[in-house]
């Protein structure tokens, strides 16, 4: 059975940093391809970053050099660090992943930003 669970979110003010997690299970975490999304009530879901098994990484034009995704293989953990958070950025991230041809998300885990 395939579990992610992020953690991490909370409320910052604008400017401020978070560091997301989301630890992964049931999965080949060292050859999967992961990837942390953030969705809007009345938006859709959008990828927000995404890392491969060898660590190369893509992201989305908004993030603009504020965030960065890595991976600890060794704790199959996925981490997003954001910094110079937005009020704009208010939303909740999940971590996803494709496996077998099904995707996974986890259940979300809710950033607040002040202005």
């Known amino acids: 059975q395939v579990y992610l669970a992020d953690t991490g979110g909370g409320l910052v003010q604008s400017g401020g940093s978070l560091r997301l997690s989301c630890s992964a299970s049931?999965?080949?975490?060292?050859?999967?391809?992961m990837a942390w999304y953030r969705q809007t009530p009345g938006k859709e879901r959008e990828q927000v970053a995404q890392?491969?098994?060898?660590?190369?990484?893509t992201y989305a034009d908004f993030v603009k050099g504020r965030f960065t995704i890595s991976r600890d293989n060794a704790r199959n953990t996925l981490y997003l660090r954001l910094d110079s958070l937005e009020p704009e950025d208010t939303a909740v991230y999940y971590c996803?992943?494709?496996?077998?041809?099904?995707?996974?998300w986890g259940r979300g885990t809710q950033v607040t930003v002040s202005a």
């Open positions: 996803q992943t494709r496996y077998y041809g099904r995707d996974f």
């Open positions: 049931g999965v080949n975490f060292k050859i999967s391809t």
């Open positions: 890392i491969t098994a060898s660590g190369d990484t």
